[in-house]
């Protein structure tokens, strides 16, 4: 009978120590899990790439630990959203506020608005050349390479051809921006800026310096939201 006794206290002694136990140690997980302060992080949802302007749907906000979260980690999707990256984020990476680019930027640095592969070079340009000034930023244009034949001899000829169709203008003298985006005054130039392939450009410096050239204007890109060229657009 005392035998008996002795193991249903030992049961029972074994039954409030494992309660107290597991007691103890959910205390101390809760303790473990509030003890470490979280932050939030905005990431991208989906692949953003470089030179892409970012839109709200294309991220998402997350928690994380404080210690996990880089110090330049965008907290709101509302201080990414309209600017522009300036290298491709992949799905899932943190937004970092360095790695942004605003669009005041993309008014003041023209290297912001050459396509991957392309150049931007200039060409000197007189009024009749330039469509008497009329030429403005994303305007389309042919250049038109004329050379006088030293061959003739009577009346002076010249040789003239298209030498390169559909070129982007990125800036007229310093002006890059659109004329409905800008209040400043209009001001006469003597330069344009064309974006090229690298080959292309030797084409016009070369031709610039051989002969004349001019400079002949498209159909006005139509324009999206952002103010780029819409894709696909045909003149």
Same mark, same amino acid.
């Given at each position: ?22 007691? =103890? ?10 003890? @470490?302060?979280?932050?939030?992080? #905005? %990431? ?8 892409? $302007? ?9 928690? #994380? ?15 990414? &959203? ?7 984020? !992949? ?20 290297? *912001?608005?050459?396509?991957?592969? =392309?150049? @931007? ?26 050379? !006088?034949?030293? $061959?003739?001899?009577? %009346? ?8 390169? !169709?559909?070129? *982007?203008?990125?800036? +007229?003298? *310093? $002006? ?9 005054? =209009? +001001?006469? =130039?003597?330069? +344009? ?11 016009? %410096?070369?031709?610039?310096? &051989?002969?004349? #050239? ?5 159909? *006005? ?15």
């Amino acid at each position: 009978m005392r035998s008996k006794m002795v193991l249903v206290l030992a049961l029972a002694m074994g039954m409030i120590t494992t309660v107290l136990f597991y007691q =103890y140690m959910a205390k101390f997980d809760k303790k473990e899990t509030t003890s @470490a302060p979280m932050a939030e992080i #905005v %990431v991208a949802k989906e692949r953003i790439d470089k030179n892409e $302007k970012i839109t709200a749907e294309k991220l998402e906000v997350i928690q #994380v630990s404080e210690d996990r979260a880089l110090p330049q980690a965008v907290p709101s999707i509302s201080q990414a &959203e309209g600017k522009l990256a300036d290298a491709m984020i !992949e799905k899932g990476e943190p937004i970092l506020s360095h790695r942004l680019v605003s669009q005041t930027e993309e008014t003041v640095y023209v290297s *912001r608005k050459v396509k991957e592969g =392309y150049r @931007a070079v200039s060409v000197s340009l007189n009024l009749p050349q330039s469509v008497t000034n009329l030429i403005e930023p994303e305007d389309d244009v042919d250049v038109i390479f004329a050379k !006088e034949d030293k $061959k003739a001899e009577d %009346v002076p000829d010249f040789r003239t051809n298209i030498l390169l !169709e559909k070129a *982007r203008v990125l800036a +007229v003298g *310093r $002006k890059i921006t659109l004329p409905e985006n800008t209040k400043e005054p =209009y +001001v006469e =130039y003597t330069a +344009v800026t064309l974006e090229l392939k690298p080959e292309d450009a030797v084409k016009l %410096v070369k031709a610039s310096q &051989e002969g004349i #050239v001019h400079l002949m204007l498209h159909t *006005r890109p139509v324009m999206k939201a952002d103010s780029s060229p819409s894709e696909g657009n045909e003149s």
